[in-house]
């Protein structure tokens, strides 16, 4: 039989029950659920320090809670936006503007860290895993993601997340 995974990416298109999924795994094996999603922490927390030490104490109150579920919802906001790269302008040709790197990003009502910001919030993220990973405390990290086209998205989750499990849609025939 093999080990437990510390950290597991459910994706798929919204309503699958992702969400429902994961903490239905945690009623059942009576695990204390933790949820640190990006709606949540983001609204509450708006400094970066504040984020990034919530995450850490989320991940202490888990070891000493054990059995423990993280819940990250919304995992691909916690990436970097893919760098966009500024068109070239021709003689005469009037250009859009675009964004600034490092402006905030506004999703579902949001302000989402500027770009500079998610690096330093995935590096405590992706360390607090791997500690887990070193000790096993019996805490498991369970992100849910919903597009996974982007291939920063794709690269970033990859690293943090030891199993991805795709959620498909319903099948109502069965």
């Known amino acids: 039989m093999g080990s437990i995974p510390t950290s597991v990416l459910f994706y798929g298109c919204?309503?699958?029950?992702?969400?429902l999924?994961?903490?239905?795994?945690?009623?059942?094996?009576?695990?204390?659920f933790i949820d640190i999603s990006p709606a949540t922490i983001f609204r509450k927390f708006p400094g970066d320090q504040g984020i990034t030490d919530l995450l850490i104490l989320s991940f202490e109150v888990a070891k000493a809670n054990a059995p423990s579920i993280i819940y990250i919802d919304q995992a691909d906001y916690l990436t970097p936006p893919p760098k966009k790269k500024k068109p070239k302008k021709k003689k005469g040709q009037v250009v859009e503007e675009e964004l600034e790197e490092g402006t905030e990003k506004i999703v579902h009502g949001?302000?989402?860290?500027?770009?500079?910001?998610?690096?330093?919030i995935h590096k405590t993220l992706l360390k607090m895993?791997?500690?887990?990973?070193?000790?096993?405390?019996?805490?498991?990290?369970?992100?849910?993601?919903n597009d996974l086209s982007a291939p920063s998205v794709q690269k970033t989750l990859l690293s943090t997340f030891e199993l991805l499990i795709p959620i498909p849609l319903p099948d109502y025939q069965t």
């Open 110 to 120: 949001i302000d989402f860290p500027a770009e500079e910001r998610y690096s330093r």
């Open 14 to 19: 919204r309503g699958t029950g992702k969400t």
């Open 21 to 32: 999924l994961a903490r239905s795994i945690a009623h059942s094996v009576r695990a204390t």
């Open 129 to 145: 895993i791997n500690d887990l990973r070193k000790d096993n405390p019996g805490v498991v990290v369970i992100g849910c993601a």
